[in-house]
């Protein structure tokens, strides 16, 4: 059975981020959303973290 995306459903009316972030990936923990992403700005992987995926 496939699992439904963190992302399901939602709607953003800004960029949550403002910055080079390719391929992202997004995963939940708890009341936690971590987005994940490849090669950017000369790091190998980028990590950010949000409560409410617009900030």
């Given at each position: 059975m496939p699992s439904?995306?963190?992302w399901?459903?939602?709607?953003?009316?800004t960029?949550?981020?403002g910055?080079?972030?390719?391929d992202p990936d997004?995963?939940?923990?708890g009341a936690v959303y971590h987005a994940y992403?490849?090669?950017g700005d000369g790091k190998h992987i980028q990590h950010?973290?949000?409560?409410?995926l617009v900030r």
């Open positions: 439904t995306p963190a399901a459903g939602f709607q953003a009316t960029l949550a981020l910055q080079n972030f390719p997004i995963v939940k923990a992403a490849t090669n950010a973290v949000s409560g409410d």
